[in-house]
């Protein structure tokens, strides 16, 4: 067996896992904004149990996952994770970004589809990630700046240059985000509101439902994109944000407007809450990192 982590901006989630079967489940706040110093111990504490049972640990992380390093660039903090924790446990560990083990699980999950060779997939939730497989093969690199898709460019559809916290403009994370989304709104409502307060409002604020719009439309650049650049004969979508009804709707209804030539199969993502977990526990079994 194995266990399984998924280190996120918001919460920390952990698993026993034997094959594609959770075991056991746990799940506390992350520590990767408030202290990232601590994690590698934070992450003991919470699988110190599991030790006996498991023969390694597959780690599911937000950032630039890179061959030596993780560098958190939302903080602008590099650790070597993967060393810290293989001393810290004392197994061998596999390590790969979350919206890469995601897309994993779910490339695995439709393999009854003998014809798929390409699938790319999105996570739109409290950032914007993405994880590609390409020809049958998760796409990675030793910085791990690859498949990044939330630091892509796109067109800005009200015409406002929104900086990123990478430092580029209109990368779409700071149009199409959870955080972004709610930053937007609690601007034009002079008061701070969460994301899901945003989309309660969405009928029944012009200025909201432009925000929602502009995002949607910002989301279909990408997957316009997404498609010239790697052919894909599957985009899916996932996060808490990207699978809410009113914007998926809205992304497919705007996506189906396009030429012919960027047609492809959009679809929402079907592993679950636990996709991540599962998706590094496969990738594990298959490559060493």
């Given amino acids: 067996m194995k266990i399984a982590i998924d280190v996120g901006g918001t919460k920390i989630s952990a698993a026993l ?118 020809n049958g093969q998760l796409v990675t690199s030793n910085d791990g700046f690859c498949a990044h898709v939330g630091h892509t460019s796109v067109h800005s559809a009200d015409a406002i240059h929104y900086l990123c916290h990478c430092g580029r403009i209109n990368c779409i994370e700071a149009i199409a985000s959870g955080t972004a989304i709610a930053k937007h709104a609690s601007a034009v409502l002079c008061k701070p509101v969460t994301c899901k307060q945003v989309f309660e409002l969405y009928f029944k604020h012009p200025e909201i439902s432009k925000i929602i719009e502009n995002s949607a439309s910002s989301l279909v650049d990408l997957i316009a994109n997404i498609k010239a650049i790697t052919g894909a004969e599957e985009i899916v979508i996932g996060g808490s944000v990207g699978s809410s009804p009113e914007l998926f709707n809205l992304v497919k209804d705007k996506f189906e407007q396009l030429p012919n030539i960027y047609q492809t199969n959009v679809s929402l993502a079907m592993c679950g809450p636990h996709a991540d977990l599962i998706g590094v526990s496969l990738y594990s079994q298959l490559y060493k990192s």
């Fill in 17 to 134: 896992v034997d094959g594609t079967q959770i075991i056991e489940y746990k799940k506390t706040k992350s520590c990767v904004h408030t202290n990232i110093g601590a994690l590698s111990d934070i992450l003991f504490d919470l699988c110190e149990t599991w030790l006996e049972q498991a023969d390694s640990v597959a780690i599911a992380c937000t950032g630039l996952v890179g061959k030596e390093t993780v560098n958190f660039l939302s903080i602008k903090t590099e650790l070597p994770l993967k060393q810290n924790i293989e001393r810290t446990f004392g197994l061998p560990v596999t390590i790969i970004n979350d919206a890469a083990a995601a897309a994993w699980a779910e490339y695995q999950a439709r393999k009854t589809n003998k014809s798929l060779k390409t699938l790319v997939y999105l996570t739109v939730s409290t950032g914007v990630g993405g994880g590609i497989v390409q």
